[in-house]
């Protein structure tokens, strides 16, 4: 195959990339995104800043560019996200207790109303796990609601689009033996058990120095999978983007049944959100990186 989405679908698999609205119009940009990838997440349109500014006045117009982009080029669509400590409008930020649960179960029945039957996969949670040692959850105005907020969303998720995969969303979980991971794993296994809805967990990849790739990435997929849940890589960046650390992140979703796809953090570099991490598969020029050619050839 020729691109890195139609060899993805060799294995039933897709090969997506994050969008950026403002960028559409950059015909380097569409044109490399239009041929390559066959899924696709908004970079920050869907969020709860963008979809919510105000409370209960729900704005889809960025939402909308890119989503009608990616239908109209062929293209799936991962939800991203819809309850989260960051990128909240500023109404939000200043809700607790009561009054902010309320608010998340509404929002996610805003947007999930609006795209409801046209999402493969919505990230319902994201990044609620702390960094480090403690294996606890993340601090949150969220949090501090009690700690069944994430059931509590995935539940208002199911019963709001049951077309949707529901996901579960974090970073810094590829590694097996981390205590965020685990932390990840025993929350997955508990809604499993008690029949929360929840249908696959995404990693989102971000490798770097500080977090780096490990070869028991493909042990954390099995692991994950073997609980019930599909799993995917959903923002997948590598600082320096080494071509051996793509092609082992691809080759271990391809040895696990149970692996959706894999979705890169942007096209070229300069569309990076970590643009001086080199991290992406395109040089700002468009043309393609050694990366890339590892990445197609893995699939
Ligand atoms: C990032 C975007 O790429 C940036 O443009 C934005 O300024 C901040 O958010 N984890 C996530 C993504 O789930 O939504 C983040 O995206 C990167 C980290």
Redo the contacts with the bound molecule.
């Keep these: 195959e020729s691109t890195l989405g139609a060899a993805a679908a060799q294995s039933g698999r897709y090969f997506g990339v ?1 969008i ?1 609205a403002n960028r559409l119009s950059d015909s380097t940009y569409a044109t490399i995104a239009g041929r390559e990838f066959n899924s696709v997440t908004a ?2 349109e869907m ?1 709860i800043d963008a979809t919510e500014p105000q409370r209960g006045q729900f704005n889809f117009t960025a939402a909308d560019r890119v989503y009608n982009w990616a239908v109209q080029n062929g293209k799936q669509v991962r939800g ?2 819809l309850a ?1 400590h ?2 909240q409008p500023g109404w939000m930020q200043s809700l607790s207790g009561s009054a902010l649960r309320q608010a998340m179960i509404d929002h996610i029945n805003g947007v999930m109303a609006h795209y409801k039957g046209k999402i493969a996969q919505w ?1 319902v949670v ?2 609620a796990f702390a960094d480090g040692s403690s294996g606890a959850r993340r601090d949150s105005n969220l949090q501090r609601t009690g700690n069944d907020w994430i059931e509590v969303a995935f539940r208002a998720a199911r019963a709001a689009d049951p077309s949707a995969k529901l996901c579960y ?1 974090d ?1 810094n979980v590829e590694n097996w033996t981390w205590a965020k991971t685990q932390a990840m794993y025993n929350m997955v296994r508990d809604f499993k058990q008690r029949g929360v809805p929840i249908d696959c967990v995404g990693f ?1 990849s ?1 490798f770097n120095s500080g977090s780096p790739y490990n070869s028991n990435f493909r042990t954390t997929l099995q692991n994950f999978a073997a609980l019930g849940v599909d799993v995917a890589v959903t ?1 997948l960046d590598i600082q320096g983007a080494s071509s051996t650390t793509y092609a082992n992140v691809v080759n271990d979703c391809l040895a696990v049944s149970r692996c959706l796809g894999v979705t890169v ?2 096209v070229r570099d300069s569309d990076s ?1 970590r643009s001086g991490d080199t991290p992406l598969l395109f040089n700002n020029d468009g043309s393609k990186k050694p990366a890339y050619t590892a990445v197609l050839n893995a699939l």
Excluded: L
């Design positions: 994050a950026a970079e920050n969020k991203h996200t989260w960051s990128q990230d994201n990044e969303n970073y989102q971000h923002e953090w942007g959100w």
